[in-house]
Structures are given as C-alpha cells and as structure tokens.
C-alpha cells in the first residue's frame, strides 16, 4: 500500500520549503528569502510517532499571476492538492492575512480535501499573539501556531496530521527500484523527458535555461519493473553560475548523481556535442555509476539513412574516456525511441552490478596473459599472480602482481577489454586496482 500523502502549500515566500525541510529532518528543498525557489513537486518521507507518511513541498500559488513559470508552479500545486489525503494551509504571521491567503483558501475549500490551516514564523514561545485570530477568517477551523526555523509548535501540529490521516496502512518496502539521475547542461529536455517517460506534467517545462533547481524524483512503475527517475537542474560552467539559488541546485545535481544507480546524459542533437557535456558526464563517470547517454531532439535534424552513424561515431570520439556507454537517439517531445531506454536502464543497472567468482576470472586472465604477454622492464618480467573481484557499482577488479611500478596502463586497457568482452559490461565503468602481493598499500 501507499504511504499517505501530506502536501504544504500556500501563496510564495510564508516559509513552505523550510516547513519541509523540518519535517523531513534534513535539508531537501532549496530555501531563499526569494518568492518562486521552489517550482516543482518535491517529496520526502516523513516519520511522527512510528507513523510514516509523504510530505509534498509545492511551489507558491499566486491564482491572478500572468507569468507562465508561475503559472506552471500553480498547475504543479494544483496537482499535489489533487493527490494528498491531507493538506497543509501555511500562512504568514508578520505578513498578516493576505487577498493570496484568501485566493488559496478559497482553491482549498474548492477540493473538497481535509485542511489545517497552519501559521507560519510564530518565533515567539508562550501564549499566541493576538494577530493569530485573524486568520480565522479564512473559515479553515483553528489555526495551528508553528516556527518552521525553530520547529517550535510542529510536534503539535504532527500529532494532528497523525490523528487525521487514521490508520497507518503498511508499506512493503521496494528493493527492486532502479535509481535513474537525468542529468546535463540546461535545455537539453531533461523534464520534458521525465514528462513524457511518466505521461503527465511532472516537472515544469520551459525555454528559460534553469527552470528546474531541485532534484525532482518521479516514481514510474510499468511492465519494464519500477523506475525512480531523478529530474536534475541543469549544470553549466562555474563562470555561467550567478544565483545562490543557482549554486544550490549544482548541489543538488551532484547529490542526485551521487544516491542514483544510471546516470541517463542528455545531450542536445541540434547542438551536438560540447565542453560541458563532458563535464557533465564525467561527474557520473568518476562517480562509477552506469550510464547511458541519451541523444535528445532528434526529430529536429535533418537527417538521411547515414546521419545516425556519422553522429554515433563523432560521438564515440568526443565520449572516448567513457566508451562503454552506449547511445540511444530519442525525442522527448515526440516519444521515439522512449520505450527502448527503460531496457537500456536495466541492461547498465545490471552490468553496474554484476560480480564475477574469482575461479571464472582466473581462467580469463590465465588465457589473457597467454595471448599477450605482460611487460618487462630492464630485464624484469611482469608476473600476475592472481585477479578477484572485489566490489561492485562499478566492478572492481584487484590485480596482485610482483611488481606493480611495471604493471603499465597498456596492459590494465588489455586486461580490462578482455574482462568488457567476456562479461559484456556495456554501461558500466571498470576499476582495476593494482597489488603487490604481501603489500596493502
């Protein structure tokens, strides 16, 4: 069963995010003194008393906002409210109650949903102060005092959400989600393609380069098994990087990197490739996740029967530090190709994780060393004594050998393209460390 599901929302800057964020226990959302940071859906789990449940951070909702970002925050809210089982009203006390307030307020009562009305930045402990009152006015019932900075007045307010939620319905722990981090420069199409991949308006889409700055996770279950799909904020070069709030999301984008098994690299078909796409892969490169790259807008070149290859082949050249990662050419917009990727997930998912017994390796390297012979230096021959497998997520492979200063990187590519060629491991980077036998170092 579902974890029930509880979603803040209100008008921007009454403190949403850092409401989140303490009811979460740990930092999730962005937060600024700046109206509109937060513009997606984020969730997180959240636990009161042995009870578990979801939380929803949402954007600000301005109803009368012409603006098309807060437009799309509105649209965003609009669909948490629709999918909570409990919603959080916040408001502001220094602001006092506000036409915004009222504008929500009146969308709440709209849905038919359960509402606590919650009043935010009540700092002060003791008795509530006198301009709490007026929020009830918004005809939501008791207002609940909190300070989302300080947590003061949420253990409360928790043991409410408790109360009015009912029964804690047990959830079966999933062990078999695939962990997916889309990642790359901005307006590459990344949230269009968790749109598209999820078949709703998930993450907000626009042609303004850093509209996406959380890491926005989407769960999606089909016949291909279960996927939870990391929407990433775009990384762009350090001298492009202006905002605070811009920093933040390059964060989050390397945290994103950081808990996801695949790495899926987007890159833009109409500009093919440049400098920050190979920064941008090779964060997840070094990070030793799976990865696929995934080459986007491809139903905007013009192409002929021989397009794809040129590209795949350029490609190969610019990516030949990663040159396990295979190319899928897709377009977001139109769904070509989509299907084949959660295939391609799964096949690097699973190479990422493959070990191998040491007896199997042995056989490889003996008929390896046999083929070519290991180096010599000023008369001293290489000798491998024996290879195992010591990790997974990448593979990692330990060499112990007489003397490693002559174990030369030629050799390791030889041995590492004889390991890719029995084993596969297409999507997947390879560790080789190389031991002196009776050495730790």
């Known amino acids: 069963m579902a974890k029930k599901t509880v979603a803040i929302v209100g008008r921007p800057n009454v403190g949403k995010s850092t409401l989140f964020n303490k009811l979460a226990g740990r930092r999730i959302s962005i937060v600024m003194d700046t109206p509109g940071v937060t513009r997606d859906r984020i969730y997180a789990d959240c636990e009161w008393l042995g009870r578990h449940f979801r939380i929803v951070d949402t954007g600000g909702i301005e109803p009368n906002n012409p603006d098309n970002i807060y437009e799309q925050m509105r649209i965003q809210a609009e669909i948490a409210i629709e999918r909570a089982d409990l919603i959080l009203l916040l408001t502001d006390i220094r602001a006092g109650l506000t036409a915004a307030d009222q504008d929500v307020a009146r969308i709440l009562r709209k849905s038919g949903k359960p509402v606590l009305l919650v009043v935010n930045k009540v700092d002060m402990v003791g008795a509530p102060p006198a301009e709490l009152y007026e929020f009830y006015n918004l005809g939501l019932g008791d207002p609940f005092p909190v300070s989302s900075l300080h947590g003061h007045g949420t253990g409360d307010l928790l043991d409410e959400v408790i109360r009015l939620l009912g029964k804690d319905e047990e959830e079966e722990q999933d062990e078999d989600i695939i962990k997916v981090a889309v990642i790359g420069k901005p307006n590459v199409g990344k949230s269009s393609l968790i749109n598209a991949l999820a078949g709703e308006q998930r993450v907000i889409v626009s042609d303004i380069p850093g509209t996406t700055r959380d890491a926005v996770d989407t769960l999606i279950e089909n016949p291909h098994g279960k996927f939870l799909f990391i929407d990433t904020a775009g990384l762009r070069r350090q001298s492009k990087i202006y905002e605070d709030i811009e920093k933040y999301s390059v964060l989050r984008s390397e945290m994103a990197i950081d808990r996801a098994d695949v790495c899926v690299i987007m890159i833009d078909a109409t500009e093919g490739f440049t400098e920050q796409d190979s920064k941008v892969a090779g964060l997840a490169h070094e990070a030793g996740k799976a990865c696929i790259i995934a080459v986007n807008k491809w139903d905007a070149v013009e192409k002929n029967d021989k397009t794809m290859d040129e590209m795949r082949k350029k490609l190969a050249d610019d990516f030949s530090f990663m040159s396990y990662a295979p190319f899928i050419f897709i377009s977001a917009k139109t769904g070509q190709r989509l299907d084949k990727m959660f295939d391609m997930i799964k096949s690097a998912y699973a190479m990422n994780t493959l070990r191998v017994s040491t007896g199997v390796l042995n056989d490889l390297l ?48 030889y041995l590492e393209n004889q390991i890719r060629a029995a084993f596969g491991l297409e999507g997947t980077p390879i560790r080789m460390v190389i031991r002196e036998r009776g050495n730790d170092k």
């Open 366 to 413: 003996a008929n390896a060393t046999a083929r070519v012979q290991p180096p010599t230096d000023k008369g001293k021959r290489l000798k491998i004594y024996y290879m195992t497998q010591a990790s997974t997520c990448p593979p990692t492979f330990v060499c112990f050998c007489n003397n490693a200063e002559i174990f030369h990187y030629s050799y390791q590519r």
